[in-house]
């Protein structure tokens, strides 16, 4: 295994802006570790292991969250750089600076998977048309990978969302000037439950802050 200074992934998880989204340190996954989407919001604990040339003196740890993917380009670029089956975190300078900042390019790491620990509420990012919301969350505790969604307004029942890209989940219902409701399950059965979280008088691109993952 190893990982990367310097993240040249794109936002296959749909996040528009890292900072405000409550993401932190971030990463991009190897396909393997990606799961076509699966796996973003989700976080890990990486370590810089047993290279005293590359590692931050007491070979720190840092914690990621998931939030893009990447395509390796060059069989030849690094060790590991065209292998889709191996398991390869590509991190943005600021995150790969926490665990080696001696000029390495690849490093050998330890990860494991850990709670998010997040403030605040579950974010929810309101986007699409008139004829097909789309729904981008995130700040997801816990779990933090999103499994399913639903969404209730006003004047409808609950309504399944479907994965559109990433954590942007879709429902094809019109929905314009209803107040919204939103449910949230991750990927370790738990569920969250905002109930009239978005007022009738909502507008595309507004975000607004539900309940939380306990």
């Given at each position: 295994m190893s990982t990367l200074s310097g993240c040249k992934g794109q936002d296959a998880c749909g996040y528009d802006n890292l900072y405000i989204q409550g993401l932190g340190f971030t990463s991009a996954l190897s396909p393997v570790l990606f799961r076509e989407g699966a796996s973003c919001g989700g976080c890990y604990e990486i370590k810089c292991w047993d290279d005293n040339r590359w590692c931050n003196?007491?070979?720190?740890?840092?914690?990621?969250?998931?939030?893009?993917?990447?395509?390796?380009?060059?069989?030849?670029?690094?060790?590991?750089?065209?292998?889709?089956?191996?398991?390869?975190?590509?991190?943005?300078?600021?995150?790969?600076?926490?665990?080696?900042s001696r000029g390495a390019g690849y490093v050998p790491v330890l990860y494991h998977r850990v709670p998010c620990k997040k403030q605040g509420g579950i974010q929810f990012t309101l986007n699409g048309?008139?004829?097909?919301n789309l729904v981008l969350v995130s700040n997801v505790a816990g779990e933090g990978e999103v499994s399913a969604m639903s969404v209730k307004g006003n004047q409808?029942?609950?309504i399944s969302m479907k994965r559109k890209l990433g954590q942007n989940w879709e429902c094809d219902t019109a929905l314009v000037g209803q107040s919204l409701s939103f449910q949230v399950t991750t990927s370790d059965g738990k569920q969250a439950t905002s109930y009239n979280v978005v007022p009738s008088n909502w507008q595309f691109g507004q975000t607004f802050s539900g309940n939380q993952i306990y």
């Open positions: 003196a007491g070979n720190p740890s840092v914690t990621i969250t998931v939030t893009h993917t990447y395509s390796p380009a060059d069989p030849n670029d690094g060790i590991y750089g065209g292998d889709v089956f191996y398991a390869h975190f590509n991190m943005s300078k600021p995150t790969f600076s926490q665990i080696s048309n008139r004829l097909s409808t029942g609950w």
